[in-house]
């Protein structure tokens, strides 16, 4: 009897764990960095501009969170910049695409979100029409990380004449980029868009 007394309470017990866990905001959602918050307001009217009211904010604040960790005086061990870690090749390229970037400040978050939000737009608007946003966005930012040369390589070395997703990931590698840096490519995308975005769920649209 009491065997069976101390297996209910138990039972119960799990039951009640169990429904105060699902009452709980997901921890994710509580590790948005405290530097981010400052930033908020500014991402979503820079994304908006671009991209229109249904701009994937949640994406691009999770990218900015992968990028430099919303440090606008970050530079990386190969000398990229500020919040959206550009290197000076490629900020003197997106000057050229959006006059608004002229000034080429990287360390300045208002250059730095423009330039984020408008390079992920270019590359998006190159991607295959007939994937989904999300993969849209996954090839996007493949091609922010490691180029879009290096992208469109792989999936003309797919030998497909319209490659999956899958396809094109699988030959990462296999043409001119080296197969050291596909771990870092790959995973890229899958940081962004399945481990980060959710902590930015609150902030706009994802993807």
Not at 2 to 30: I, N, S, T, Y
Not at 104 to 122: C, E, G, I, K, N
């Amino acid at each position: 009897m009491r065997g069976a007394l101390k297996d209910f309470a138990l039972a119960v017990l799990l039951v009640a764990l169990c429904a105060l866990a699902a009452l709980l905001p997901p921890l994710a959602h509580a590790q948005v960095p405290q530097a981010a918050q400052q930033h908020r307001a500014l991402l979503v009217r820079t994304a908006h501009a671009a991209w229109g009211l249904d701009a994937p904010v949640a994406v691009f604040a999770a990218q900015v969170h992968q990028e430099s960790a919303w440090r606008p005086d970050a530079v990386s061990r190969v000398g990229a910049q500020g919040l959206a870690q550009f290197m000076p090749a490629t900020s003197r390229w997106i000057a050229g695409i959006d006059p608004a970037l002229a000034a080429q400040q990287p360390f300045s978050p208002a250059w730095a979100l423009r330039a984020l939000v408008t390079y992920d737009r270019w590359l998006y608007d190159r991607t295959p029409a007939h994937y989904t946003p999300r993969e849209r966005m996954h090839v996007a930012l493949r091609a922010y990380n490691g180029g879009l040369g290096h992208w469109q390589a792989e999936a003309a070395a797919t030998g497909a004449v319209r490659p999956t997703l899958a396809q094109v990931d699988a030959a990462c590698g296999k043409a001119r980029r080296a197969a050291v840096h596909c771990a870092e490519n790959l995973g890229y995308p899958h940081r962004i868009l399945v481990l980060i975005q959710p902590r930015y769920a609150a902030w706009g649209p994802g993807l």
